[in-house]
């Protein structure tokens, strides 16, 4: 007999992070300091919400002096 699924399973952003630590030995201390490293002392002085960074190909979304997100900067098709 097969019973139905109750839900279904998924792994949260934080689990992800855990994982990558635990299981990888990604240093996520040094993963933070390289973000925030990114031209800090410019952006946060200025209170900026939205921090290129061309050389590594995204852009920083800062709230409050806390960057809550990480966006890839868009590639163009060819063609």
Request: no cysteine; net charge positive; hydrophobic share 45%.
């Amino acid at each position: 007999m097969q019973f139905p699924r109750l839900f279904e399973p998924t792994v949260s952003d934080h689990a992800v992070v855990r994982w990558l630590e635990a299981v990888r030995g990604i240093d996520i201390e040094a993963v933070r300091a390289e973000i925030l490293d990114q031209g800090r002392e410019q952006w946060a002085a200025q209170g900026a919400v939205h921090v290129r960074v061309p050389q590594l190909g995204v852009s920083l979304v800062v709230d409050t002096g806390r960057v809550i997100t990480i966006v890839p900067h868009a590639r163009r098709s060819r063609g």
